[in-house]
């Protein structure tokens, strides 16, 4: 079967960097989003990754390692308005995405 | 430019009765996608079409549900006979071909009582 695993929560200190991981293992792969999903609020984009290495957005910065069917987003100078979840999801051969459950990030003054 | 943009934002229903869910998609994505989310959980799919073509239902969890998109434009997502386990919010996404960045709305949040 498909699956992605990130932690369900983490908890970070405004100011700091925080790292939140995510493993698949999918049927295919053909590109990696990370979205930003506020409580009662839709998911929107954060980083594409389809090849190995980072890619770097502001504050934000994804990794991918295709070999290990692992992923990192990177946030950085932590803001209160960080506090989210953060969903990893993987593109599979069908062109499917598949979704992992998201982690909840605890931003602290 | 407009969004995505999905009706109701809420809807109360009886078990047992049928509902609709519209999506309004960005205009020019080809493809669109509905998932159906729960509390603490990822986004599940349920179905995409590429064009007015359902190109993979295979997330559909049963004969109840039913999605089409006539003109490949609006979509809209069919419930019949409601269950209370289909309670959740049912988003809606598009993008401008398989692969893409996905745009997500608002979102129908969806409760059978």
């Known amino acids: 079967g498909q699956n992605i695993d990130q932690p369900t929560e983490m908890t970070a200190t405004e100011g700091a960097i925080v790292q939140i991981n995510c493993t698949y293992q999918t049927s295919g792969f053909n590109g990696l989003f990370w979205y930003q999903q506020h409580a009662g609020e839709a998911p929107t984009f954060l980083s594409y990754?389809?090849l190995d290495g980072l890619e770097e957005k502001g504050r934000f910065s994804s990794f991918l390692s295709r070999s290990k069917g692992y992923s990192y987003l990177l946030l950085k100078e932590l803001q209160m308005k960080d506090s989210a979840s953060y969903l990893c999801?993987?593109?599979?051969?069908?062109?499917?995405?598949?979704w992992g459950a998201g982690t909840k990030l605890i931003i602290k003054p | 430019g407009a969004g995505v943009s999905q009706t109701p934002s809420n809807k109360v229903t009886e078990k047992g009765k049928y509902v609709e869910l519209r999506c309004d998609p960005i205009?020019?994505?080809?493809?669109l996608y509905w998932y159906r989310q729960s509390l603490g959980q990822g986004p599940e799919f349920l179905i995409y079409f590429q064009g007015t073509g359902a190109a993979d239902d295979s997330g559909l969890p049963n004969d109840r549900f039913f999605a089409v998109r006539p003109e490949g434009s609006v979509s809209t997502l069919k419930i019949q006979r409601t269950e209370r386990g289909d309670s959740a919010v049912y988003l809606c996404?598009?993008?401008?071909?398989?692969?893409?960045?996905?745009?997500f709305g608002p979102g129908t949040r969806l409760t059978v009582t």
């Open positions: 999801a993987v593109v599979d051969s069908n062109y499917q995405l598949i």
């Open positions: 996404a598009s993008s401008t071909s398989l692969a893409d960045e996905q745009y």
């Open positions: 205009s020019g994505h080809t493809a």
């Open positions: 990754n389809v």
